[in-house]
């Protein structure tokens, strides 16, 4: 490995073309990078929390407001045109890049957990009743927990969580084991966000779906790491949200296969999501716009647009290679750390790492790492389940992404080291 | 590296490596939890009373190295104390770790304490610090459940 000494423009791995990696070129685009903190340079590792947005993503919201800001789907102006074209536009881009198979499955939502209380409220409500069950996993975020809960108390259904083993996978067997004639959905996450095990989707749909049980896969942490094919995954309900893909908060994708959203009632009433409205009947409009209830976020949409070509500019392929090489460098180098522990070994992990120090709390390496101008994220990562499993309160969580260096994983190790330091 | 040895004093340090008066007090009814979701601490502060004087002052739980200090601490401080005393400190060490009141001004009434001058350079970690505080006055005023700083 030449990481060690890179500095920030460390090149790792080849691109497909056979020329470097860009990560210089690729920070550059990122202009709060440039930004110190607690005069340092920011070492931005808190990218499950929330990515960083290039410039193309600011730039196309700011474009829309400063140029053709309209409501969509209203007005017979051009810029209402415009809105409405830019809107439709962005629609069929995300059915592309997760390669849906109509742009009606594409759902704009706030964000993945819209997305999951959308499909727990419309889709829950009409096919989950007493007595049956939903399956999730111990590595489940809350949001991916709590809506299936409430659903579960109003109905009086149950929800099974799947054991995850020491490795810290989803235990296939548990999975089989838990599915039965009174399963209704199994809801599980693509990526976790707490210690990065990539779950073998395919695999959990197929087993879902020979009991004829639909799936829905929360993927919020997938799309920043991976190429997402909702097709050769094969489920049912795919959830992500736009701010972990480097576009803006607020906006966020529901995939649903077309016989399922057609077949589930309006989760919001409001304008634009009806066909007509009287006293004595109204009717709802198709899908998509059935279940998006009032003017939507129009800015961030264009916004998600941006994130998704930029995607798509530097490729998963490039990404993968070059966060595959940061994350075996991050292992290689918090092995040197002296009473540091990862919490799971998943055999395929995106660049997500949680890691406790002996004697030392989680908050209070964040706080010394803050200093150093690193940012990570100390506590429990709305994972409390996935923290009993590994017996710890809290972690400290590293998360990489597309623009990070060998450099700033060297800033982390000194941080620790500072850490290990004060403490003792 | 300056900054942290401000926040991290070697008292505290001392105190969230040994902490003191670590324990429950049995039998007694006077008890709270003090509970930070956000960064899951959880402390539990117990006490007992001869009339009005804190007798015996006790903690419990798991947290950061200034949520544990802070409590270890505070046991020591207001053991002896009356409950009016123990409010008044209470108040004191809030405005210090706000940086409302200024460690030279809070010495006379907080002793010891005042070396948690430096949380108020770090304003996400005043809910660490105060939390037992917060568990205490539950504690004293026996309404024996979670109190919450979020």
């Given at each position: 490995?030449?990481?060690a ?8 791995r080849?691109m ?8 210089d ?16 340079p920011?070492?931005?590792?808190d ?41 439709d ?28 209380n ?55 067997d ?5 599915l039965?004639p ?12 707490a ?5 073998p ?12 049980i ?12 991976l ?25 966020g ?30 009717t ?38 070059y ?22 070994r ?5 660049a997500?790492l ?7 709390h ?8 803050d200093?150093a101008?690193?940012?990570v ?27 990070n ?20 | 590296?300056?900054d ?6 070697s008292?505290?340090?001392d ?26 601490d ?8 001869a ?10 739980g798991?947290g ?5 200090a802070?409590a ?7 053991k002896?104390?009356t ?13 210090m ?13 907080l ?13 996400v ?26």
């Amino acid at each position: 490995m030449t990481l060690a000494g890179g500095g920030a423009g460390a090149a790792i791995r080849a691109m497909p073309s056979g020329a470097p990696y860009p990560v210089d070129r690729v920070r550059a685009d990122f202009p709060i990078l440039a930004r110190r903190v607690h005069g340092r340079p920011l070492v931005y590792l808190d990218n499950a929390a929330t990515a960083q947005k290039p410039e193309t993503v600011i730039e196309a919201m700011t474009r829309y407001y400063r140029h053709d800001n309209a409501n969509i789907h209203r007005g017979v102006h051009e810029l209402s045109v415009r809105a409405t074209e830019a809107y439709d536009a962005v629609r069929a881009k995300v059915r592309r890049f997760i390669n849906a198979a109509e742009d009606r499955e594409i759902v704009f939502v706030r964000g993945t957990t819209e997305a999951i209380n959308l499909v727990a409220r419309s889709f829950g409500r009409g096919a989950v009743g007493r007595g049956d069950e939903i399956v999730v996993s111990e590595m489940e975020h809350h949001s991916n927990i709590v809506p299936w809960q409430l659903l579960a108390e109003e109905v009086g259904a149950r929800v099974r969580p799947a054991p995850v083993t020491d490795r810290g996978e989803i235990d296939l067997d548990g999975v089989r084991d838990l599915l039965g004639p009174r399963t209704r959905l199994v809801a599980l996450t693509h990526v976790s966000n707490a210690i990065g095990t990539i779950n073998p989707i395919e695999d959990l749909v197929a087993l879902a779906h020979a009991h004829g049980i639909p799936v829905l896969v929360d993927g919020a942490q997938a799309v920043p790491h991976l190429p997402v094919d909702v097709g050769r995954l094969g489920c049912d309900f795919y959830a992500f949200s736009g701010h972990k893909m480097f576009g803006p908060t607020g906006i966020g994708v529901l995939y649903g296969r077309r016989e399922f959203l057609e077949a589930m009632p309006p989760y919001q009433g409001g304008g634009g999501m009806i066909a007509k409205v009287s006293f004595s009947e109204t009717t709802f409009a198709p899908i998509p716009t059935r279940f998006e209830a009032g003017t939507p976020a129009i800015a961030e949409v264009t916004g998600l647009g941006a994130a998704v070509e930029y995607l798509e500019t530097i490729g998963y392929d490039a990404i993968g290679a070059y966060e595959a090489d940061l994350l075996a460098y991050a292992d290689e180098r918090l092995a040197t750390v002296s009473g540091l522990r990862v919490l799971g070994r998943a055999q395929r992990r995106a660049a997500v790492l949680s890691v406790v120090m002996d004697g030392i709390h989680p908050h209070d390496v964040g706080t010394v790492l803050d200093q150093a101008g690193v940012a990570v994220r100390a506590g429990h990562h709305c994972c409390q389940p996935l923290m009993d499993r590994f017996g710890v309160d809290a972690t400290v969580r590293v998360s990489l992404a597309l623009y990070n260096t060998g450099a700033e994983v060297d800033a982390l190790i000194d941080g620790l080291a500072q850490a290990r330091e004060l403490f003792g | 590296m300056a900054d942290l040895r401000e926040l991290y004093q070697s008292v505290i340090l001392d105190h969230n490596r040994s902490p003191r008066n670590f324990r429950d007090i049995t039998g007694s009814s006077r008890w709270a939890e003090g509970n930070n979701p956000l960064c899951g601490d959880r402390l539990r502060v117990s006490v007992s009373l001869a009339g009005d004087v804190i007798e015996d002052v006790a903690f419990r739980g798991s947290g950061c190295a200034i949520s544990k200090a802070s409590a270890s601490l505070m046991t020591e401080a207001v053991k002896g104390k009356t409950v009016a005393e123990a409010s008044t400190m209470f108040d004191r060490f809030h405005e210090m770790v706000t940086g409302r009141l200024a460690p030279e001004d809070a010495k006379p009434a907080l002793g010891k304490l005042a070396l948690f001058a430096g949380v108020s350079e770090f304003p996400v970690r005043v809910k660490c610090a105060s939390l037992c505080w917060h568990a205490l006055k539950a504690a004293l005023e026996a309404d024996q459940e979670v109190v919450s700083t979020e």
